[in-house]
């Protein structure tokens, strides 16, 4: 299983723990930001792990934000329609990262979670 649905997704944003070995990967570029952004604090009150790599970065394989996680953590990564994180699940998982990606981006999310 490489993908997880909007309402794994969400409840995994939702139930988020600051001890848990969690992290979630925004790919987009620039212009894709209207969309909106995980919420920073979650429903418990918890600060949730959200990095921004773009893809375009990801690609050139500038992963320094992402080395501390290499190893111990699991990386979600999402962007606007899932396209764009399907190929950054994929560059991850071939350079020994842990990845799932957001089935359908945040297009997806929208209609059951506030961004």
């Known amino acids: 299983k490489y993908s997880v649905s909007n309402h794994e997704f969400k409840e995994l ?3 988020f723990e600051p001890d848990q070995e969690i992290v979630f990967l925004d790919v987009r ?6 969309d909106g952004y995980l ?3 979650n ?5 949730v792990k959200n990095i921004r790599l773009p893809i ?5 394989l500038q992963l320094q934000p992402l080395e501390k996680y290499k ?4 990386i979600y990564c999402y962007c606007r329609s899932g396209n764009k994180s399907v190929a950054a699940s994929r560059i991850l998982s071939l350079h020994g990262y842990n990845t799932m990606n957001l089935h359908g981006g945040l297009r997806n999310l929208a209609p059951i979670m506030d961004l």
Do not use: F, K, R, Y
Request: glycine share 4%; aromatic share 0%.
């Open 13 to 15: 944003v939702n139930s």
């Open 29 to 34: 570029e620039d212009e894709d930001l209207a």
């Open 39 to 41: 919420p920073s604090v």
């Open 43 to 47: 429903d418990l009150g918890a600060t």
């Open 56 to 60: 375009l970065d990801l690609i050139e």
């Open 71 to 74: 190893d111990t953590h699991q």
